[in-house]
């Protein structure tokens, strides 16, 4: 009878015991709570025993978590629509706060980063956010991580991982890219012909200083002209000469062009003046003024005249 007390009560000692055992991996802390209330210490990693009834054992991962940020809307600074996605990198460091502090803290720590992303959002433009991306991810640990400190854990790491843009605003920046590039092929063709002007404006000098350098270059140039099988023929002409002829004859052709004008101009002011003498009287006094010149038929046939003989005057005649 008494062997039967001793088995049921070493029984129920090693059923307690088991009761009471826990095993903490290497990357966990255990939290005890008695009767609802945290204990201070903290259980490392290894076999932790506590008070069966009494205790509740609370395990805490302490590697870091990675967790994907949804992909938030927004509207940058400059007015255009995007979509942006991210990564947090944390770590609890103080497991009692951790627990106590907050209720769910995977998922607070991805609310704030996902109000944190849009805040970056609207505060910055389409070029940070395409370039400028690792002082914005400063930024967003920041803002991230300023809440997460009073609840015991530690952002190690954000990253923003993609910008979505419209389709309209991916045509537009193709098409500023290659206007770029245009432009940049248009300058460096630009700088080369500046260089190859300024060779060629050398190399005129020098052939200008001896003149047999110009006749071996249009030797070698006849030359190469002539290297392929073709029927053309390069007879060089002076420039020189045809200059010459084209100036001398513009020179006799301007002569008559100037004269003409002034002998018409003459003409046209002798009818103007004959069609003035409308009365006798105003004849009278041209034939006066001019007596060489009395035949004046327009004139006396406008106002009804007829020729007036000159009076000669005679030998004997005083005056």
């Not at 940020?69 to 927004?74: K, R, T």
């Not at 944190?116 to 400028?132: E, F, Q, Y």
């Not at 012909?193 to 052939?207: F, K, N, Y």
């Not at 070698?220 to 007879?235: D, F, G, H, Q, W």
Request: aromatic share 4%; proline share 6%; charged share 25%.
């Amino acid at each position: 009878m008494l062997l039967e007390v001793l088995a049921v009560l070493g029984g129920a000692a090693l059923a307690a015991v088991a009761i009471s055992l826990r095993v903490v991996k290497q990357y966990e802390r255990g939290l005890v709570f008695r009767f609802g209330r945290v204990l201070d210490r903290v259980r490392g990693p290894g076999l932790a025993m506590i008070v069966p009834i009494a205790d509740r054992l609370r395990k805490v991962n302490m590697q870091i978590v990675t967790m994907a940020v949804p992909a938030q809307e927004g509207i940058t600074r400059d007015n255009v629509t995007v979509r942006v996605d991210a990564v947090v990198y944390f770590r609890v460091v103080d497991p009692v706060r951790a627990i106590v502090n907050v209720e769910d803290y995977p998922f607070a720590v991805s609310q704030v980063a996902q109000t944190s992303l849009r805040s970056v959002i609207g505060k910055s433009d389409l070029d940070d956010l395409l370039t400028n991306r690792e002082r914005l991810n400063e930024g967003l640990e920041l803002m991230i991580d300023n809440p997460a400190v009073e609840w015991g854990i530690h952002i190690d790491r954000v990253e923003i991982k993609d910008v979505a843009l419209p389709d309209t605003m991916k045509r537009s920046m193709s098409r500023q890219a290659e206007a770029e590039r245009e432009r940049r092929a248009r300058v460096i063709s630009a700088e080369g012909e500046l260089q190859a002007s300024d060779r060629l404006a050398l190399a005129a000098a020098t052939m200008a200083d001896t003149p047999g350098a110009l006749q071996l270059r249009l030797l070698e140039t006849i030359v190469e002209v002539a290297a392929e099988k073709n029927s053309t023929l390069v007879l060089p002409f002076p420039v020189e000469l045809l200059r010459f002829l084209e100036h001398n004859t513009s020179l006799p052709s301007a002569q008559p062009a100037a004269e003409q004008p002034a002998d018409d101009s003459e003409s046209e002011a002798a009818p103007d003046a004959m069609d003035q003498l409308t009365t006798g009287s105003d004849v009278a006094a041209l034939e006066a003024a001019d007596p060489g010149d009395q035949d004046r038929p327009a004139a006396r046939a406008a106002n009804g005249l007829s020729r007036v003989p000159r009076r000669r005057s005679s030998p004997k005649d005083p005056g």
